[in-house]
């Protein structure tokens, strides 16, 4: 599975972002997928994730009520609709997938990466 990343850009605070991820290979429509994000000199987090069906969405606490991640299946791509946008949101937003989404959702069980896109948010 392949997954290429884009969207990223510089936002001032407040403003929106959206981000794209495009999902090739034979079974890529099988797995479940996921954003996550590093900032500099911190640990790369969880920020979203659906099933392979699109039939459940997970968000962490920090963008639930302003992120929204969707899935078209036709196309094979993810999208991360990004409002109200923080300074502290900004990070290296990755993309990545798994055949199962297990909660707690965290990097090590992904399979596949992205090559990340970066979201800088000024204030």
């Known amino acids: 599975v392949q997954l290429v990343e884009s969207g990223g850009g510089l936002v001032q605070a407040g403003g929106s972002l959206r981000l794209s991820c495009a999902a090739s290979?034979?079974?890529?429509?099988?797995?479940?997928m996921a954003w996550f994000r590093q900032a500099i000199g911190k640990e790369r987090e969880f920020v979203t994730a659906?099933?392979?069906?699109?039939?459940?969405?997970y968000y962490a606490d920090s963008v639930k009520g302003r992120f929204t991640m969707t899935r078209d299946l036709a196309k094979n791509t993810v999208y991360l609709q990004m409002n109200s946008l923080k300074p502290e949101d900004t990070a290296l937003y990755y993309c990545?997938?798994?055949?199962?989404?297990?909660?707690?959702?965290?990097?090590?069980?992904?399979?596949?990466w992205g090559q990340g896109t970066l979201v800088t948010v000024s204030s």
């Open positions: 990545a997938a798994v055949y199962t989404i297990v909660r707690p959702i965290i990097p090590r069980d992904f399979t596949y």
């Open positions: 290979g034979r079974t890529s429509s099988d797995y479940g």
């Open positions: 659906i099933t392979w069906d699109a039939a459940s969405t």
